[in-house]
């Protein structure tokens, strides 16, 4: 299914705030509310609109820190790359982790309550991964922009 400029601008309200009624998203993108209904729960039906969430911020909830853990494998053999998404996955603090190209073979981004806490997440979970040769972590000074929008 191709998305028209309806659609398009169902997803922009949606992704800026989720958590309106059908009411109030039928009339910023001036339909109908049940043409407004059907049209969304297709989106979600085809898999356009994944989920509903909450997003948090992460000062008040004891996590203002962000870092970013460069991670070298000591080889790119499928079982080894297996091994380490599986048990990167496992771990609670990290919120994203991207096969990469170039220095690096993957990025994680990773939330601590402190430099303290970054160094238990370290020695504890990041140290254990399975097939790591290399690990550089940097730490965020200050978040300049951030979204979860996509441009559609």
Do not use: W
Not at 117 to 145: C, K, N
């Amino acid at each position: 299914m191709s998305l028209d400029a309806i659609d398009r601008r169902i997803l922009n309200v949606l992704q800026r705030k989720g958590r309106m009624s059908n009411a109030d998203l039928s009339e910023a993108v001036n339909l109908s509310p049940s043409a407004c209904h059907r049209r969304v729960q297709r989106l979600e039906s085809e898999g356009f609109i994944r989920d509903y969430v909450a997003l948090l911020d992460p000062r008040k909830i004891g996590l203002p820190t962000t870092v970013f853990v460069e991670i070298t494998l000591q080889g790119q053999a499928d079982e080894v790359l297996d091994a380490f998404e599986k048990a990167v996955a496992r771990i609670p603090d990290v919120l994203e982790c991207h096969l990469m190209a170039g220095t690096a073979d993957y990025i994680l981004k990773v939330v601590a309550e402190n430099t303290d806490d970054f160094a238990r997440i370290h020695r504890q979970h990041l140290s254990r991964l399975p097939g790591v040769a290399q690990m550089q972590s940097s730490f965020a000074l200050r978040t300049v922009f951030r979204t979860t929008a996509l441009p559609v």
